[in-house]
């Protein structure tokens, strides 16, 4: 066999031209013998025209904690088809999203940019006219294009998609129940999933497609009746930052039953590609667009707010049943997709100006990816302004307004889990470490070492035995923000619910929210 065969050909286009001093140092380091090997792998991307490329299928939970599904260790949420995913794919371990928030992360996946650059980096803010899309980019290379479920992204680029089944969020949650009863889903599709399948049996059979899958599930308000039979309150595993009381666990039961929920649908999509005869060379990436909806997680930039399940299915690109440590960031979703959708050699720009592809871990789930992952905390029903950096051990938090407390998002805040910690704090029996979200001031700085106290409650800033840390993180954090013109706003943005109650305040709060452009007179720094 000889260099330019076919085979080969394979190991060298998982490269990208950014990777080309990885790509040297493997060839000198690696023998063509081991090259081969790799090659064995069965991974179909390459420069050969007659190669059909695969059909790309995203999944994004709403709302969905990382490691609250078996695949990711959690010993009692039923979910045997996003376990079956993991089986038969590759799972990321230590994969992160862009921003702590709904539509800001979706924004930020879709073009491939940080949020502070997306002019759609607040929460119901929509994108800008003009905006590039991966999904508009994989239009024009001759993929159909779809969405189905959430949308939560504006009208400037639907365009950008062939066919669009936007599960209506309108009247997504009663603001109270009647008769002091909790708030309640109220949306025609609770799920956001019902068309998932709809849209795989009503695409062109002639063309490579791209589903944007995007579920309402796990999100808030949580009734009963979304799993048969449901969790029980003794599958419950409370996270350290929250009280183990009954209320607590009553409403983790019932995020559980949603998470299930939307299992069941993930398992139909699965079942409709394999009856389609598509399965095999169709790219299931599966994701959530941030962390669980309490108290320290959705909205913060603690793991619980930012990290996310990776799970990649793709029997002719990925051998079955890896794990991975490369550390990988949603903003490098678009690069790697249109870069598939090329063959593997294409361009992908605009989105690898701050995406990278992650084609070569793909291929080789031992290879490195990025040294370091970035996110952001923006307005999410109250203001805020943070930031992170983080790797695979270590993460570095900024807080830019330290003045505020980390109140959860206004749906948590109506939640059981917060209305009892109110409860506990007012009568002095909420525990320190469970006091995060009260805290005010918050410290400036926040370090933490994620493999000794992964629930990142140890702050260790200004330990010096985590001096050298503290210093990296902070220079890749300075560095990053000079590359990708990040800032800090000369406007606070106004509460639009109430911190303690998460009751709305009429006198701000405007539906539909007005845009970015709309409100400070551009999509840019301001």
Known sequence: MTIDSPLATKVMNIYTPENEQMKNQFMKQTSFAVILLAVLLPFTVSANKDVT?????????????????????????????IDKLAAE?????????????????????????????????????????????????????????????????????????????????????????????????????????????????????DKPFFLWLAALDPHREYNDGALKPPHKLEDVVVPPHLPDTPEVREDLRLYYDEIGRLDNYVGKVMAKLKEQGVDKNTLVLFISDNGRPFPRDKTTLYD???RTPWIVRWPEGIKAGQKTSALVSSIDIGATFVRLAHGGCGAAAPFEQSGRSFANVLADSTQSHRDF???????????????????QRFKLIRNDYPDLPNTPSADAGRGGSWQTMLKLQKAGKLPKHQQGCFLTPRPKWELFDLQRDPGEINNRF????????????????????????????SKRTPDEFDRVTGEPDH????????????????????
């Open 304 to 306: 619980g707010g930012i």
């Open 89 to 205: 794919g590759l799972l990321f371990q230590h994969a992160y999203l862009t921003t702590n928030s709904c539509s800001p992360s979706r924004s930020s996946i879709l073009t491939g940019k940080y949020p502070h650059n997306t002019g759609a980096e607040q929460l119901h803010w929509p994108l800008p006219a003009g905006s590039h899309t991966f999904a508009g980019a994989l239009q024009k290379l001759g993929y159909y294009t779809a969405s189905a479920g959430k949308w939560h992204l504006g009208n400037h680029i639907k365009d950008q998609f062939d066919k669009i089944y936007e599960a209506s969020t309108a009247g997504f949650v009663l603001p109270s129940g009647k008769d002091g009863e909790p708030p309640k889903m109220i949306a025609k599709q609770p799920s956001g999933c019902e068309d998932w399948v709809r849209s795989l049996e009503e695409r062109p059979k």
């Open 373 to 391: 992952a970035f996110a952001e905390d923006h307005w999410h029903d109250y203001e805020d302004h943070a930031r992170a950096v983080l790797n």
């Open 507 to 526: 006198s701000v709060r405007v539906r539909p929210r007005h845009s970015k452009l709309k409100m400070y007179g551009t999509n840019g720094k301001y």
């Open 53 to 81: 490329p695969p059909n790309l299928i995203l999944m994004i939970a709403d709302d969905m904690n990382w490691d609250d599904c078996g695949a990711y260790g959690h010993p009692s949420v039923r979910t045997p088809n």
């Open 462 to 489: 200004d330990d010096p035995a985590y001096r050298k840390v503290r210093k990296e993180l902070q220079e890749a954090l300075a560095q990053w923000t000079k590359d990708t013109g990040d800032y800090l706003p």
